[in-house]
């Protein structure tokens, strides 16, 4: 099973940040080495925290007016969101361990 749910368009990114569980979105695209360095972290990390957070990709070549609309201006940008609304945002790599306190601290 996967762990991380793939953003197909816009309106599923809605619908996807729009619920009460947190979800984590990252911005990525598939010429990005730092990014693919992360998802296999986000991977494990969805397999970690199970229900507390979501976890979901939104590939930037494919989709830029989402990026934009979110100010998102390098990647990988990772986004926590709850109903809709922004939590707090990371830029760049970032190791598992830091990345689970971080996860942790914010969508406690």
Same mark, same amino acid.
């Given at each position: 099973m996967k762990n991380v749910t793939e953003?197909?368009?816009p309106? !599923?990114?809605a619908e996807t940040i729009a619920g009460e569980t947190p979800v984590l979105v990252d911005f990525? !695209?598939?010429w990005c080495?730092?990014?693919r360095l992360v998802a296999p972290?986000?991977?494990e990390l969805g397999a970690e925290l199970g229900g507390r957070v979501r976890i979901a990709k939104l590939n930037v070549d494919d989709h830029p007016e989402v990026a934009g609309q979110h100010g998102v201006q390098g990647i990988p940008t990772l986004?926590?969101?709850a109903r809709g609304r922004e939590l707090d945002r990371l830029v760049g790599a !970032?190791?598992?361990a830091a990345l689970r306190q971080w996860l942790q601290a914010r969508a406690a």
């Open positions: 953003i197909p368009n309106n !599923a990114f990525w !695209a598939p080495g730092p990014c972290i986000l991977e986004i926590l969101f !970032a190791p598992k």
